[in-house]
């Protein structure tokens, strides 16, 4: 077998494991193993327990520190939640956003 042959085999048998369809749409910041989708919420879920962070207390880490830094109805609109899931989010921070348009045309 010629010597280019040769090493053309061998690395295919070194990464016939690595699946060849792995996305590389650059639209996705975390591309999935199927051409134009992203990675899979539970293979990402399952990396990121691996190297020691856990998303779940994490989300919840961030929902609270958004929920006391901006008001419930802006923090639902970026999100994609609910103004109500919003408002409960800001009630768990101490962060009362009632008078948030009386104080903004206040001032």
């Known amino acids: 077998m010629p010597p280019i042959l040769d090493d053309l ?3 295919h048998i070194d990464n016939r494991n690595i ?5 590389t ?3 996705w910041l975390f591309p999935g193993s199927q051409p134009g989708h992203h990675l899979v919420t539970e ?3 399952r990396d990121l327990k691996a190297i020691g962070i856990k998303p779940h207390e ?3 880490a961030a929902m609270f520190h958004l929920a006391g830094t901006i008001p ?4 639902a609109g970026l999100l994609g939640t609910t103004d109500k899931n919003a408002a ?3 009630e768990l921070a101490a962060r ?4 948030y348009i009386h104080d903004r045309f206040e001032s």
Not at 19 to 23: D, H
Not at 72 to 75: E, Y
């Open 72 to 75: 419930a109805p802006i923090l």
């Open 9 to 11: 085999v061998r690395e």
């Open 88 to 90: 409960t989010w800001a």
């Open 19 to 23: 699946p060849v369809n792995v996305g």
């Open 96 to 99: 009362g956003w009632s008078s």
């Open 25 to 27: 749409d650059p639209g």
């Open 43 to 45: 293979v990402f879920r």
């Open 58 to 60: 994490s989300r919840k």
